[in-house]
T-cell receptor
Framework: AQSVTQPDIHITVSEGASLELRCNYS??????LFWYVQSPGQGLQLLLK??????LVQGIKGFEAEFKRSQSSFNLRKPSVHWSDAAEYFC??????????FGGGTRLMVKP | DTAVSQTPKYLVTQMGNDKSIKCEQN?????MYWYKQDSKKFLKIMFS???????INETVPNRFSPKSPDKAHLNLHINSLELGDSAVYFC??????????????FGQGTRLTVV
């Protein structure tokens, strides 16, 4: 069965610093991968997705992610974090039943 | 206009009660979902439904049942509520299954508290 691991439960970065959130997946076939963001008390918003083609994908709000098949990873990056980026970030893979399987999430805190 | 809307946003109820959460999407999507997010923020698929097919996560108790009066609505009925049902429930929709590469749009969630 497919699974997604986000090794970091919490990450704190200073405003203006770069960010990388890790995501590792387990899936037999070529995965469809997503990153979602959840602000406090809100639903999930899609940041970006990977299906095929260029392994570096650009998303909204200045985020990007790189698919590395050899490492089974899909890490999310941003060159300069803003205070408004503080939120919970979820990596997800489409698996059996064509449904999303989510990782446990990473809570990002931004220091002024 | 809100794309995927859920009501109520908060629901507090006693053990043993039966309750429903409503979900409506105005995106014209043909597939809708229910997800459960527990206190540790783990998100777990409960159901996937379109006009032709209901897919149930086998770990979901049969006290939970989705009901779709039409393509734009997928309500969640819960019978005999238990303390462990306390969670945030998210409705979502997509055009075709997410396995075809489409994005799922999420509602803002319903926080259910069973006391």
């Amino acid at each position: 069965a497919q699974s997604v691991t986000q090794p970091d439960i919490h990450i704190t970065v200073s405003e203006g610093a770069s960010l990388e959130l890790r995501c590792n997946y387990s899936y037999g076939a070529t995965p469809y991968l997503f990153w979602y963001v959840q602000s406090p008390g809100q639903g999930l918003q899609l940041l970006l997705k990977y299906f095929s083609g260029d392994t570096l994908v650009q998303g909204i709000k200045g985020f990007e992610a790189e698919f590395k098949r050899s490492q089974s990873s899909f890490n999310l990056r941003k060159p300069s974090v803003h205070w408004s980026d503080a939120a919970e970030y979820f990596c997800a893979v489409v698996g059996a039943g064509n449904m999303l399987t989510f990782g446990g999430g990473t809570r990002l805190m931004v220091k002024p | 206009d809100t794309a995927v809307s859920q009501t109520p946003k908060y629901l507090v109820t006693q053990m043993g009660n039966d309750k429903s959460i409503k979900c409506e999407q105005n995106l014209g999507h043909d597939t809708m979902y229910w997800y459960k997010q527990d206190s540790k923020k783990f998100l777990k698929i409960m159901f996937s439904y379109n006009n032709k097919e209901l897919i149930i996560n086998e770990t979901v108790p049969n006290r939970f049942s989705p009901k779709s009066p039409d393509k734009a609505h997928l309500n969640l009925h819960i019978n005999s509520l238990e303390l462990g049902d306390s969670a945030v429930y998210f409705c979502a929709s997509s055009q075709g299954h997410t396995g075809r590469g489409t994005e799922a749009f999420f509602g803002q969630g319903t926080r259910l508290t069973v006391v």
